[in-house]
């Protein structure tokens, strides 16, 4: 078993560095992380890129589409595809997330498997290992997640379980590799382990571009992430955010310009109406200026943002509803 980066596992042969870049070669290529919900797959994908690019919470399931975050290095560029939680689906929105996460397994240079470092290896996570198992064509990479939570003991029991786990399914992961998103802790080293994996090929997105996202999603998610702070429940899965329209403020000097953005969050039932909007309108109204604050630093400009409520009812399951909601 080799597990990358460390020095600490005593009899188990380890890897403490890179693999050396060769001079002149350039590779370009995807890699997918996969995972249960809140495995930690999104807060990976942003400390890989550097910058925010998929919205993260506490609550399972706020993935809900492919978000692509790029790594630019001069001898690389590494696409990561982050994917929502592969999970046991409940709703016809769940059914669509996980063909989504099939779509992109079978389709990517490299697969990452995101294990949390802190939770004993489950049915869930085997049920992905499995389907996994039956790729032949790309690499799999085991991505012991969170090691900030556990200490050394813990997680050596963690990279032995999941290197038996490739085992008793008949393969063996292209690299076992701990890593800690929040602490920054071998991130880099990741990147570093993914990239000898893609093809040879020339950069397939411009310099300096860090994600493919259209602005009007991110900021839709942007709305959407705020809200998601301090609901419970079944109330996260009820919320979907849609940007309606962003139009400049007309007669405003062009010293000082505002974007007026209207946006829409949508639940399932019109009980749900109250917490979300709150006594007074209060958390709504904390949910605008959060998510403002993050859309103004992500454009760079002023915003207004004009935020109603609607019910679109049982939109989870409704495949119009879904449709209308970018399903
Ligand atoms: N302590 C610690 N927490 C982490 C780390 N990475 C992620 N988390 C937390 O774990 C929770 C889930 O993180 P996400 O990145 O949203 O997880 P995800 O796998 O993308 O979840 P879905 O999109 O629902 O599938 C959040 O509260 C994160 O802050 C880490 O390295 N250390
Ligand atoms: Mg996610």
Not at 166 to 189: C, H, N, R, Y
Not at 261 to 277: C, D, P, W
């Amino acid at each position: 078993m080799r597990v990358a980066g460390s020095e600490r596992m005593g009899p188990m042969s380890v890897r403490t560095q890179s693999p050396q870049p060769s001079e002149d070669l350039h590779r370009a290529g995807f890699a997918c992380f996969v995972g249960r919900p809140n495995a930690g797959k999104s807060t990976l994908t942003n400390a890989l890129v550097g910058q925010k690019v998929a919205i993260t919470s506490n609550r399972p399931q706020t993935t809900r589409h492919t978000v692509r975050g790029i790594v630019h290095r001069p001898d690389a560029q590494l696409i990561l595809v982050d994917t929502p939680g592969l999970h046991k689906p409940r709703t016809l929105l769940g059914e669509r997330l996980n063909d989504v996460v099939r779509t992109t397994w079978a389709e990517v240079d490299v697969i990452g498997f995101c294990l949390p470092a802190d939770q004993k290896i489950g049915p869930g996570d085997r049920f992905i290992a499995k389907e996994l198992a039956a790729i032949k064509k790309a690499p799999k990479v085991a991505i012991v997640t969170k090691t900030d939570l556990v200490d050394s003991k813990q997680l050596a029991e963690q990279l032995i379980a999941v290197d038996q786990l490739g085992k008793e399914l008949g393969f063996a992961w292209a690299e076992i590799v701990p890593v800690s998103a929040t602490a920054g802790k071998q991130v880099d080293l990741l990147a570093d382990l993914l990239i000898p994996l893609l093809p040879e090929g020339p950069a397939l997105y411009p310099e300096g571009d860090l994600t493919d996202e259209p602005e009007q999603v991110m900021i839709a998610e942007l709305i959407r992430e705020a809200a998601l702070e301090g609901v419970r429940d079944e109330l996260p899965h009820s919320i979907a955010v849609v940007v309606e329209e962003m139009l400049p403020r007309e007669d405003r000097p062009a010293d000082k310009p505002l974007l007026d953005i209207h946006a829409n969050l949508y639940i399932e039932r019109t009980s749900q109406k109250g917490i979300v909007i709150g006594p007074k309108g209060k958390r709504l109204k904390d949910v605008g200026i959060k998510s403002r604050k993050q859309i103004e630093a992500l454009l760079g400009t002023p915003v207004f943002l004009d935020l109603h409520v609607k019910v679109a009812k049982d939109w989870q399951r409704d495949p119009k509803q879904l449709r209308k909601l970018g399903f």
